[in-house]
């Protein structure tokens, strides 16, 4: 009896498959550091709106610190 196998593998090229189309694939890293960078650099400035100075008028300032000092 003949045990002889034919193994013969015929590969399908899917062509959705980001390992086989080099450009598609460059061009999909590019766009997500992009859009990464692009969001993180948002976020930080929009953390840095948020959490902004807010201006305080009610600071008392002893009088000899003054520009002018008054001296008793």
């Not at 694939?25 to 960078?37: D, M, V």
């Not at 807010?54 to 300032?61: I, M, S």
Request: aromatic share 18%; hydrophobic share 30%.
């Amino acid at each position: 009896m003949d045990t002889q196998h034919n193994n013969l593998h015929t590969d399908l090229d899917n062509p959705h498959d980001i390992e086989l189309n080099k450009p598609s694939k460059s061009r999909f890293l590019f766009l997500l550091s992009f859009f990464g960078f692009f969001i993180f650099a948002w976020a930080g400035c929009y953390n840095l709106y948020e959490h902004k100075y807010q201006k305080n008028d009610n600071v008392t300032v002893p009088d000899n610190t003054l520009y002018e000092p008054k001296y008793k």
